[in-house]
């Protein structure tokens, strides 16, 4: 590897450093997750993704159709659209459907065999049927997590060959006290935290199966590992449309041909949003031993992206790093990491349980703390 993982402080841990330069666009490593899930709201809302890896199982034209709620839309230069639907496949148990075959045997040997002997007389009584109606009823769009990404790394650790190895790699991932994990999980469960954390927590035990896992089961070990995800997952997104939109540009086709084919496309995404807002993509959430080891700033010079439109992560340095640099990603969105000072470092605080101290930060102390119309309103709440 190109990078590796140091201990920088007591206060600030570990982080990860690059063992060579690395120029502004390339990417830096890529990674499969320890496990992903695709968002519950998302998924009811017929946002159609590989079970295990998230890749669209619509084509860009059926996928073009059903954001923009026109059922005779024609996409041009069909050939663009990179759905394969003679590799997709489907579990003959439970029903679940792959991209692939080899998705449907990695998810088999990682999770799936677990889940899906719990779930051959699946139905909406269903023990994890339950959980996830249980979960979508605490957590609306715009969705950040879900419980389900639980089971699954619960699942995975059930199904190892080296059942303490995977116990040591989920254990990674947590590194807070029980009083920050309950501050946390309060975070992602909202006012009705207590009650809402013993519902999820008793349909959980009711999914799977105990034997090897009873530290998670506690609910402290689950009141931990709500923790874990809340702070580690990465969101993931893919869609087949914006892949076509971009195999569409490198097209060998004449300027006014292509003046056409961007005016539909300018069109299209008007479409798409006024009938399905800013929800465009699949999206889901996963958890990653490289990425997790990345800190945060405010200024960062790299960002995950999902160039593969699937769970596989690719980290792309946002600018040229040095050997011996660390390698940082904003855990912000791009709107948020625009505010003020004080407006990052309380979301940071709220959602990670730390204060910033990036260069950005630093330089920014002795600025006024509240310096946007959106400040100004959090601070007369």
Known sequence: MDVEVRVIDNSKGKGLFAKKSFKSGSIIFEEDPLVS??????????????????????????????????????????????????????????????????????????????????TMQRNNSHPLEQLNE????????????????????????????????????????????????????????????ASQQALLHNLLLQCIPHDGIEQFLTPVGFQGLLALI???????????????????????????????????????????????????NNEGVALFTLQSACNHSCVPNAEPTYLHNNNRLSLVAMRDIQEGEEICISYLDECSVQRSRHSRRKQLMENYLFACNCRKCEEQACDPDVTSEEDDDEMSD
């Open 230 to 280: 809340g702070t580690n997952g990465q969101g993931v997104g893919t869609s087949a449309i914006s892949q076509w939109v971009t195999r569409t540009s490198d097209l060998a086709i004449t300027d006014e041909e292509r003046a056409v084919l961007d005016k539909f496309i300018d069109k299209l995404y008007e479409d798409m949003d006024s009938h399905s807002g800013n929800f465009l």
């Open 134 to 193: 249980a979960w979508k009823s605490v957590h609306y769009p715009p969705e950040t997590n879900t419980v389900m990404l639980i089971i699954r790394l619960l699942a995975r650790i059930i199904q190892s060959p080296n059942r303490d190895v995977a116990i040591e790699q989920t254990l990674q991932f947590c590194h807070r006290t029980v009083n920050e994990d309950a501050e946390l999980a309060h975070k992602l469960l909202g006012e009705k935290f």
């Open 37 to 118: 899930c695709q968002f519950s709201w998302n998924a009811a809302y017929q946002y159609s993704a590989c079970d295990h890896c998230l890749k669209p199982l619509e084509t860009a034209q059926e996928n073009a159709r059903r954001l923009s709620g026109k059922a005779e839309l024609e996409l041009p230069f069909l050939e663009c659209c990179t759905t394969d639907k003679s590799k997709f496949t489907i579990c003959s148990l439970c029903g679940v459907e792959y991209c692939s075959v080899e998705c449907q045997t990695m998810a088999y040997n990682q999770y799936h065999r677990t889940l899906c002997l719990q």
